[in-house]
């Protein structure tokens, strides 16, 4: 599967953004979708997950009652709709998809990477 993101920018504390990730190719084999981001000297980490059948979603605790992933099976496409940003949101979101039929927080567990979008949020 490949997958492209899109959506970025840079945003004040206290906003809103909304980034995309559309997936192509051979997305029947694809259960689930997760967003990952990584700020400037500090390792990937996870945002967000949501599975393609059923909607389940799962948050890091960062950003839980902040963020929201959501879905359109229709469009291929996943959102991640970000509300009363952080400075500490800033860097480069990615989205994958799962090498397993599960709902991985870890990025070990993502075999497909599409490119980054860049996100700040100024304070």
């Known amino acids: 599967v490949q997958l492209q993101a899109s959506g970025g920018g840079l945003v004040q504390a206290g906003g809103s953004l909304r980034l995309s990730c559309v997936a192509s190719?051979?997305?029947?084999?694809?259960?689930?979708l997760g967003w990952f981001r990584q700020a400037p000297g500090k390792e990937r980490e996870f945002v967000a997950v949501i599975s393609w059948i059923g909607g389940s979603t799962y948050y890091a605790d960062s950003v839980k009652g902040r963020f929201s992933i959501f879905k359109d099976n229709a469009k291929n496409t996943v959102y991640l709709q970000m509300n009363s940003l952080k400075p500490e949101d800033t860097g480069v979101y990615y989205c994958?998809?799962?090498?397993?039929?599960?709902?991985?927080?870890?990025?070990?567990?993502?075999?497909?990477w599409g490119p980054g979008t860049q996100l700040t949020v100024s304070s």
């Open positions: 190719g051979r997305t029947e084999n694809s259960y689930a």
């Open positions: 994958a998809a799962p090498k397993l039929a599960a709902m991985p927080t870890h990025e070990y567990h993502y075999g497909s």
